[in-house]
């Protein structure tokens, strides 16, 4: 079981054209940013990416869209997103928008092995559109297919050796539904630590989950909107 | 006079009861964090994926980590938690939110909300309105009474896209309180100093 790489080049070393690519985060909270970078600079194209928003401010995954490296787009909110905005009133990029907790939902049971779920969210909607609609127990709801991509690119605030991950405050949102839902996940990890250093009790996502880890560097750690109170 | 902004805010705080978990969306629904009644105890859920929210953190302190869904850096509260979006949204969905306020583009006299897409225009996405309105216990709008151009947002049928059908329960504007009841429209309270014939004057359906 070896899944520590000594970087991003390394552990994204067999990402081809036209691959499917799940990336955590919400907005540049929580991105894997070495993941992102290596991605820009190997310059694989006619991605599918599946992001809350898919970067933000021309940061994070819209470094990839600057790249023209992104075919198609999943997400739920891309106010904020320019670059996105652009390309897909052009034509560019094709963006399917869903609802947020669908789509958190959607990712979830793809990597659960669950072959789709009835919710209410979208009854009544364009979302609802072509999809089948049931009445359960008096309740309309709208069946929504699973999602699962080839990668899983995530961050977490410690790792180990076993791919065992724990996050850090809001920054864990889609990633570890992500990691469950891709072929490969590839973790990076603000600290490394020794097995059995992370109390089972402790672990956020288990290492099951996780193909690849390796210890990131240079976070930028963007703030989108910075609000403060003055000290007194 | 129209309720200001921050009288807007003041009024929708009105819907919070103790131990409420309460969901508020951006714009003026953000401000209602203000006005939480002395002693009252409430819980402020960000889908992010934050339960617990505090107040802007101290200048200084800022953490690019701790975030609401408004992308703003937030604090969390002692016994504050934090976990994945799918947990989240089981919070939202599973009908555990007690309160959702948040705001509008046009509101129907069925209760339909418009709120996330004018055809055309820039498109943002929904992110997780969709399953706040559908999924939270009581779904208030706040909203300005009308658009830009002077025309009402309380509509018979709303005309941009729904963000859901049938879902809110109240609309809180500058002019008037509103309940969505089977018949329509219901008058509840009007603004200081405003009238129900200006309110009536200015909304697109008839007010019970």
């Known amino acids: ?232 | 006079m129209a309720r200001t902004r921050e009288e807007m805010a003041q009024a929708a705080a009105r819907e919070l009861q103790d131990g409420f978990i309460v969901n508020l969306g951006i714009g003026i629904p953000t401000l209602v964090a203000n006005y939480v009644p002395e002693g009252m105890e409430i819980l402020l859920h960000s889908e992010n994926g934050l339960l617990g929210m505090g107040p802007y953190p101290l200048e200084g302190e800022e953490d690019a980590q701790i975030i609401n869904a408004g992308k703003e850096t937030v604090t969390i509260i002692p016994g504050g938690s934090v976990f994945d979006s799918a947990q989240s949204f089981a919070m939202i969905r599973g009908g555990h939110v007690d309160l959702a306020i948040l705001g509008g583009m046009e509101v129907s006299a069925t209760g339909d909300l418009a709120n996330w897409m004018v055809p055309g225009a820039r498109v943002n996405g929904m992110g997780g309105a969709m399953d706040l309105v559908s999924g939270a216990k009581r779904v208030v709008v706040l909203m300005q009474h009308t658009n830009k151009a002077g025309e009402s947002k309380l509509l018979d049928k709303c005309v941009l896209p729904l963000t859901g059908q049938g879902c809110v329960n109240r609309v809180i504007t500058d002019l008037a309180t509103i309940d969505v009841t089977p018949d329509g429209f219901k008058l509840v309270e009007c603004a200081a100093g405003v009238t129900r014939e200006q309110v009536q004057a200015a909304t697109g359906a008839p007010l019970l």
Do not use: W
């Open chain 1, 1 to 232: 079981m070896k899944k520590v790489y000594e970087n991003a080049e390394a552990a994204l070393f067999d990402v081809k054209d036209g691959a499917s690519l799940m990336s955590g985060g919400f907005g540049l909270c929580g991105n894997a940013e070495n993941s992102i970078r290596e991605l820009a600079r190997k310059g694989v194209k006619d991605l599918t990416v599946v992001s809350n928003n898919c970067g933000n401010a021309g940061k994070g995954l819209a470094m990839l869209l600057k790249n023209r490296q992104v075919k198609t787009v999943i997400a739920s909110f891309i106010g904020g997103n320019p670059d996105l905005q652009q390309q897909m009133l052009a034509g560019e990029v094709e963006v399917q928008l869903n609802p947020q907790g669908t789509l958190a939902e959607r990712i979830r049971a793809g990597g659960a092995g669950i072959g789709g779920f009835f919710t209410p969210t979208g009854v009544g909607t364009v979302v609802a559109e072509g999809k089948e609609e049931r009445v359960i127990d008096g309740k309309r709801y709208i069946f929504e297919k699973p999602l699962t991509a080839d990668f899983a690119i995530i961050r977490a605030r410690y790792g180990d050796a076993y791919g065992n991950l724990r996050f850090y405050r809001t920054a864990r949102n889609f990633s570890p539904l992500m990691a469950m839902a891709a072929r490969v996940t590839v973790a990076e990890v603000d600290e490394l630590v020794p097995v059995g250093a992370l109390d089972p009790d402790d672990i956020h996502l288990p290492g099951i989950f996780v193909q690849r880890i390796y210890r990131g560097t240079d976070y930028e750690n963007p703030i989108e909107n910075r609000t403060v109170r003055p000290r007194a």
